[in-house]
């Protein structure tokens, strides 16, 4: 069984339209707050991730599926866990909820690259860190 990454955001006045709908760009906000809390429960940030690896993780693509509207106010649940993984990347599922109703379910494609933008292999310590959040396949 895989563990599941968790973070917790309320929705505010300004991730909203005029009506009080959130508005559909800002769930990438969400869901980028989300995994770089997730690498924060394993040890490491971004900034660390660049300074130390001369490596970078950025998004190759996104595939999001809005389910429902979320609203100012709500509180909402961000679950993430490693779908799969290669040698350079691997693929993020992200599960919004408010409750028990599905908000928003996205698939993101991560690729470690280095600061010159070229792919590179996932450093080890960060793949072991990562290792019980993967969910079904590796392919290394």
């Given amino acids: 069984m895989h563990e599941n990454f968790f973070h917790k955001l309320k929705v505010y006045y300004e991730d ?3 009506g009080g709908v959130v508005y559909y760009a800002n769930y990438l906000k969400f869901l980028e707050r989300a995994r770089t809390e997730s690498l924060f429960k394993i040890g490491f940030s971004n900034k660390i991730i660049k300074e130390q690896f001369k490596s970078l993780i950025i998004v190759k693509s996104c595939n999001i599926e809005y389910k429902r509207s979320a609203y100012l106010e709500d509180e909402l649940t961000i679950r ?3 779908k799969s993984i290669t040698k350079t990347s691997f693929f993020m599922n992200q599960i919004i909820t408010r409750g ?3 908000i928003v379910e996205a698939k993101i494609h991560l690729v470690f690259v280095s600061t010159e933008g070229k792919p590179v292999k996932i450093p ?4 072991l860190k ?5 969910c079904d396949t590796i392919k290394i």
């Fill in 124 to 127: 080890q310590e960060i793949f």
């Fill in 100 to 102: 028990e109703d599905i």
């Fill in 16 to 18: 909203t339209d005029s």
């Fill in 130 to 134: 990562f290792k019980p959040y993967f």
């Fill in 80 to 82: 993430s866990f490693v």
